[in-house]
């Protein structure tokens, strides 16, 4: 079995910075794609970003190109989402999710593609 354990959340303002990180371990550190997710209150889970295990590719929704910087630290297992010009708009539960096999790219953008999900963090940006 993997664990995922997401940290960095808080309460912030508009304009201001955080940094997500995500630890995994178990099954989940031989991960073949990691990702970023977030669930507003009263919305459907949705992506944010993704990254390639190997070869180091990466994925980001058109609501946070730009803003947003997904990377991942190989020996440390674990997994960052930088998060840049924040607004009220990114108030999520951010999750960290893997998956151990391989996918192709239109699956990277899809929940039910992931196998392993972390508990979630919350971010608070008021305005």
């Known amino acids: 079995q993997g664990q995922l354990v997401e940290s960095g959340g808080g309460l912030v303002q508009a304009g201001a910075s955080l940094r997500l990180s995500c630890a995994a371990s178990?099954?989940?550190?031989?991960?073949?794609?990691m990702a970023w997710f977030r669930q507003a209150p009263g919305k459907e889970r949705e992506f944010v970003a993704a990254?390639?295990?190997?070869?180091?590719?990466?994925y980001y929704a058109d609501s946070v190109k730009g803003r947003f910087t997904i990377s991942r630290d190989n020996a440390k297992n674990t997994l960052y989402l930088q998060m840049n010009s924040l607004t009220a708009k990114d108030t999520a539960v951010y999750y960290c999710a893997a998956i151990t096999t391989t996918a192709v790219r239109s699956e990277v953008f899809q929940t039910g593609t992931y196998d392993y999900w972390g508990q979630g963090t919350q971010v608070t940006v008021s305005s």
């Open positions: 178990g099954r989940t550190a031989s991960n073949y794609v």
């Open positions: 990254i390639r295990w190997r070869g180091y590719s990466t």
